[in-house]
């Protein structure tokens, strides 16, 4: 049995689009300008804004390890939803996955909380100060009577 090459392609190679699938096939499509096709070229620019969007979200924070980072994430995040740059459903998963997260900076901060009060590091400090006097004082009497 002769093994028989695979016929190549009528299209000049110099003039494909330059995407290759996750199997290693290459696009058929003419590039219509640089080097992708029309659609590789739309969905490799919605790729680049999703990074660009994700770098300006994350820009300067690293960890969301207290409420501030979160905070800033959240600010930003409303602004690029107010501005229209973020879909509506992304926002709102966005939104709810950083509200998770600063659920759990609060316990994990409660936690500390009560490790170190269990190895007597933290003191808590109760103020005994006298209340202030709220009874009021006897009403003088209307003018007029007595």
Same mark, same amino acid.
């Given at each position: 049995?002769? !093994?028989?090459? !695979? #016929?190549? &392609?009528? @299209?000049?190679?110099?003039?494909?689009?330059? *995407?290759?699938?996750?199997?290693?096939?290459?696009?058929?499509?003419?590039?219509?300008?640089?080097?992708?096709?029309?659609?590789?070229? #739309?969905? +490799?620019?919605?790729?680049? /804004? +999703? +990074?660009?969007?994700? +770098? *300006?979200?994350?820009?300067?924070?690293?960890?969301?390890?207290?409420?501030?980072?979160?905070?800033?994430? =959240?600010?930003? =995040?409303?602004?690029? =939803?107010?501005?229209?740059? @973020? &879909?509506?459903?992304?926002?709102?998963?966005? %939104?709810?996955? !950083?509200? $998770? =997260? $600063?659920?759990?900076?609060?316990?994990?901060? *409660?936690?500390?909380?009560?490790? /170190?009060?269990? #190895?007597?590091?933290?003191?808590? @400090? @109760?103020?005994?100060?006298?209340?202030?006097?709220? /009874?009021?004082?006897? %009403?003088?009497?209307?003018?007029?009577? !007595?």
């Amino acid at each position: 049995m002769n !093994a028989t090459p !695979a #016929k190549p &392609s009528p @299209i000049n190679n110099a003039s494909r689009c330059t *995407h290759r699938s996750a199997s290693g096939g290459r696009c058929r499509s003419l590039a219509s300008s640089g080097t992708l096709c029309p659609t590789h070229a #739309k969905s +490799a620019a919605v790729r680049q /804004e +999703a +990074a660009d969007l994700a +770098a *300006h979200l994350t820009a300067g924070l690293s960890e969301f390890t207290s409420a501030e980072p979160i905070n800033q994430f =959240l600010s930003r =995040l409303l602004l690029l =939803l107010a501005q229209d740059r @973020i &879909s509506p459903r992304r926002g709102a998963v966005m %939104a709810y996955t !950083a509200n $998770l =997260l $600063l659920r759990s900076v609060t316990v994990m901060q *409660h936690d500390a909380t009560q490790a /170190e009060r269990a #190895k007597g590091r933290v003191v808590n @400090i @109760i103020w005994d100060l006298p209340r202030p006097d709220y /009874e009021q004082p006897d %009403a003088a009497p209307a003018p007029g009577t !007595a």
